[in-house]
């Protein structure tokens, strides 16, 4: 009964501590620079052209690539690529 109640006020603690965090990563993709071309950052290929593209977020700056596996090259120089977004115009 004793071990119960550890395991439930143990259990009810970490809720409680970890629901404020939950409202963190909502606030950062509202704050995240839209992604303007409807192409890959790092191929120029279409982004629907391998599927669903990959989406996620560098330095406030959403970014898509046509696929997972451009991550890779992205990592290797993302200044490169976000110099790149910056200095393209607007997709139509």
Sequence with gaps: MKLLKT???SFL???FLAAPLTGFSAEEKKKAKPYKLDTC???DEKLDSMGK????????QEIK????GCLKAFNKEPEKFLKKLA??????
């Design 65 to 68: 690539l046509c696929c997972k």
């Design 13 to 15: 603690a970490l809720a």
């Design 7 to 9: 395991l439930t006020c």
């Design 87 to 92: 200095e393209t115009p607007k997709a139509k």
């Design 41 to 43: 950052l790092v191929s």
């Design 53 to 60: 593209p990959y989406v996620f977020t560098y330095k406030d």
